[in-house]
């Protein structure tokens, strides 16, 4: 027990210096009705992201952040409806051509799922192509622009966009912060140990709660 309070202590201790609201930006990865929504066209992965309480908990952290001044960003994935510029490389790609549900530019699909609060101050960074919301997007330019030294990774899936978005961060040389608890995969099983074995190698990993706690506790002279 003491073992475990002194290490949780210490995560405490490394949040409270790596989140200063100033050079911080919670992103959220795919939060889109078309993927975690009702109609989703991934719908064991939306049911694990609500029944998880991933999605709830990325609202709490949507909600902490835009009360503290931390900037917010949506990566949302999507497709022109004619194909152009998509990636066909893999066989994700190929299967999702063929999903009930397209996550076609301008439909509901890609319009941030309800419950996450979009503010007018927020970033939306949409991409067409690949697996990751960092690499060949707006998003580094964006940050650096920004001020962004941490960058808070949540959403949507375990599988694939996160650890793409915390491996480029690194890469980037930004400090990564996955919440344990507001991020999701198939299934559900394999978040928890994808996050212990391998993000937690190279990122900081923290609770929603420790999260929200550092960003509205007091600042560090």
Request: proline share 5%.
């Amino acid at each position: 027990m003491a073992t475990n309070e002194r290490m949780g202590e210490r995560v405490n201790e490394r949040l409270a210096e790596q989140l200063d609201p100033a050079s911080t930006v919670l992103m959220t990865v795919e939060c889109q009705q078309g993927v975690v929504g009702l109609d989703s066209a991934l719908p064991e992965l939306a049911k694990v992201a609500r029944s998880s309480g991933a999605l709830h908990n990325i609202a709490r952290l949507v909600a902490a952040a835009h009360e503290t001044g931390v900037q917010v960003l949506h990566a949302v994935a999507e497709r022109r409806p004619d194909g152009r510029g998509a990636s066909r490389n893999a066989r994700l790609f190929r299967a999702a051509e063929r999903l009930p549900v397209q996550q076609y530019s301008g439909t509901t699909a890609v319009r941030i799922v309800e419950g996450i609060d979009v503010a007018d101050e927020d970033l939306v960074v949409r991409r067409l192509h690949g697996l990751s919301p960092i690499a060949g997007t707006d998003v580094d330019p964006l940050l650096r622009n920004l001020g962004c030294r941490t960058l808070i990774v949540s959403g949507v899936s375990a599988n694939v966009a996160i650890p793409n978005a915390v491996f480029d961060a690194v890469n980037l040389g930004y400090t990564a912060v996955v919440p344990v608890d507001a991020v999701a995969g198939v299934p559900a099983e394999y978040t928890p140990a994808m996050i212990r074995n391998t993000l937690a190698l190279v990122a900081t990993v923290a609770t929603t709660d420790d999260i929200v706690a550092c960003l509205k506790g007091p600042r560090r002279a």
